[in-house]
């Protein structure tokens, strides 16, 4: 349930429709990856931080971060058909 908080807060930015516009803006000194100070000055969640920093070295990289964007839209329920 937890997982879906998150998704739910990340997934509500209209920047993260597009995962590198979302990375861009949060990445202030263009370093490559978001460090756990990016991330907060962001105003997100230190829970997202802390789930898509998979490897735990205190910064989300590009590809950290696209695979938990797909993991959440993976997990998301799908629209009932009309």
Do not use: C
């Amino acid at each position: 349930m937890r997982h879906a908080a998150v998704a739910i807060l990340l997934l509500a930015t209209p920047a993260l429709a597009q995962p590198g516009k979302f990375f861009d803006i949060v990445d202030t000194n263009r370093d490559g990856a978001i460090s756990a100070a990016e991330w907060k000055a962001s105003g997100r969640p230190p829970e997202g931080f802390r789930m898509m920093d998979t490897n735990r070295d205190g910064k989300v990289t590009r590809a950290e971060g696209r695979a938990a964007m797909e993991k959440m839209r993976a997990a998301r329920p799908m629209a009932a058909p009309r």
